[in-house]
């Protein structure tokens, strides 16, 4: 993929954010040297990519604890530009670290955090912090990170590795979350076109007939061409609460000759079938 006439890159706000680290990575991958945008909502930088030529985005696509992230396949399956496709994805560790500006983790009496991270640190913060710990609730990470010059050096907030990074603050504790396999998929989406790499992903969506065993029957037509689904999920349609969307990926590009040969069997089964990407696993 040529990345050089990207001009600005749109991810999740706000800044110093999981959604940012993403973006990180796949900047330094693929060397693009584009100004970040952060968005406040999934919606505004899909609107924003699809109006805006030279633009990328970065959203989630899946959380291994909540599972897909609607709001991004529906607008994928939505947009009115069809050339917005994924290009890349990858998986970012949903880590929590306890940042502060002293070094002594032992002098801590306060923490400073949002609800949301509070709730996935909630057995380190009973188990490792003392009893009568003050808490303040802050909206988001990074301002709870910026608070911490409003309080003396016993405070501490919740963030993660970036946010330490960005405003200068020592990580006490590392990795303080709950559920250690906390983990969000996230892709990189454009209009830019993939080649294959001989190590490639396609994901699809697609939409059934209304009658008996119509789910099967395109299944049937992966398993006749032996391609393994390397994953399968389905969620409620909204405007029709009795149909389904289906997405699926497996190995391949759709460039390669087999793949393109499947698909076309697929969409003669499907109602209703968009390939949301092939790109480098």
């Not at 399956?77 to 880590?95: C, G, H, R, V, Y």
């Not at 149909?243 to 000759?257: E, K, T």
Request: proline content about 5%.
């Amino acid at each position: 993929m040529d990345f050089g006439s990207i001009i600005r890159i749109a991810y999740l706000g706000p800044e110093a954010s999981f959604p940012e680290m993403a973006k990180d990575y796949f900047c330094e991958k693929y060397d693009i040297k584009a100004y970040p945008t952060p968005m406040p909502s999934v919606k505004q930088i899909m609107e924003y990519v699809r109006t805006n030529p030279g633009t990328l985005g970065v959203v989630p696509v899946e959380n291994s604890v909540i599972g897909t992230v609607r709001e991004t396949l529906d607008n994928l399956m939505i947009s009115q530009n069809q050339d917005i496709k994924i290009l890349a994805e990858t998986t970012i560790p949903i880590q929590y670290c306890l940042l502060a500006r002293t070094t002594e983790f032992y002098s801590i009496t306060g923490v400073i955090a949002n609800q949301q991270a509070l709730g996935q640190c909630s057995n380190f913060i009973k188990e490792e912090l003392p009893r009568n710990l003050n808490i303040v609730e802050a909206t988001n990470p990074p301002e709870a990170a910026r608070s911490l010059q409003n309080y003396n050096l016993t405070y501490a907030s919740i963030g993660s590795k970036k946010i330490a990074e960005v405003y200068n603050l020592n990580i006490l504790k590392e990795n303080i979350n709950d559920d250690k396999s906390n983990r969000t998929n996230f892709v990189l989406i454009g209009s830019l076109e993939t080649k294959p790499t001989g190590n490639d992903k396609t994901t699809l969506m697609f939409t059934t007939e209304d009658k008996p065993g119509a789910l099967m029957e395109i299944l049937n037509i992966f398993y006749e061409n032996n391609i393994n689904l390397s994953y399968i999920s389905s969620q409620q349609g909204k405007e029709n609460p009795n149909s389904y969307i289906f997405v699926v990926s497996f190995d391949g590009h759709v460039q390669d000759s087999y793949i393109s040969e499947t698909l076309t069997q697929v969409k003669n089964k499907a109602a209703y079938l968009k390939v949301m990407g092939s790109y480098e696993k």
